[in-house]
């Protein structure tokens, strides 16, 4: 869901900001994504352990992810946390704010040929993606994997939204799963390692055009299959079809192939 900005950050919420001043109980911090504000960051929050020298943890300059812990507009004051953050949710933090780079920049590039105020650009398609996607670049994602979901959200009049989607298309590309199997394949004819060879150009050949194949030999006479695609049924249903063509093949051949799900030892 799209938020709506706000002056203040709210208790809970994580925020990245760069740290401004230290002093001798804590840091003061510029909040990035709250223009003009600044909280302040006790040496109490700044780690589990027992700080024994703030620089050790935090320099002026640098950029951190910390959780609002308790907001007074009345007063203006922020207190912040370092230490209450877990590692997934600053990874998860900055990935987010990375994301939102890279929706505004596209805008930009979109605004530019369109002649139009990227800042007012984008927050038009902000109003216009609504409750259906979390973020613009999410929304972002989803057109890059169907387009036909532009045309649904009307984020743009009909001639200038194929600006958009030709830079969509060009930044982002549709997230995808990765599933990985073994196959085992042996023979004992005298052109035993051609038929192999064969059975492997048959696995490639037989890759859907909406999925990445790529097989690796691991050691003999074992053969990694990955695949790549939108999401775990395609994948899956690729994997089992090529490796079910690979199997066939080399048994047409006289030989012999074994799949294997997850492999622990080659």
């Not at 706000?6 to 223009?35: C, H, M, W």
């Not at 790529?214 to 089992?240: F, G, W």
Request: hydrophobic share 35%.
């Amino acid at each position: 869901m799209q938020k709506k900005k706000r002056q203040y950050p709210e208790e809970g919420e994580l925020i990245i900001g760069t740290v401004s001043e230290i002093f001798g109980q804590g840091a003061f911090i510029n909040l990035d994504e709250y223009k003009g504000k600044r909280g302040m960051l006790h040496i109490s929050e700044i780690s589990l352990k027992w700080v024994r020298n703030i620089r050790d943890y935090v320099k002026e300059g640098q950029k951190v992810v910390l959780q609002v812990l308790n907001v007074r507009e009345d007063r203006g004051h922020i207190d912040l946390s370092l230490r209450r953050v877990a590692d997934a949710q600053r990874k998860q933090k900055l990935k987010a704010v990375k994301q939102r780079q890279r929706a505004e920049k596209l805008v930009d590039l979109v605004a530019e040929e369109l002649g139009k105020d990227s800042k007012k650009l984008f927050t038009s398609i902000e109003k216009k993606i609504g409750d259906e996607y979390e973020t613009v670049y999410t929304a972002f994602e989803a057109i890059s994997e169907d387009e036909k979901r532009l045309d649904e959200l009307k984020l743009l009049p009909e001639g200038e939204a194929t600006v958009l989607l030709k830079h969509i298309k060009g930044s982002i590309k549709p997230q995808q799963v990765e599933v990985i199997g073994y196959l085992k394949l042996t023979s004992t004819r005298p052109r035993g390692v051609v038929d192999i060879k064969n059975t492997l150009s048959e696995v490639e050949k037989h890759a859907p055009k909406n999925c990445e194949l790529e097989v690796n030999y691991v050691s003999a006479p074992t053969y990694r299959i990955k695949v790549k695609a939108a999401d775990y049924k395609k994948a899956e249903k690729a994997l089992k079809n090529t490796v079910d063509q690979g199997i066939k093949f080399i048994k047409s051949q006289k030989g012999h192939g074994e799949f294997q799900r997850e492999l622990t030892k080659p």
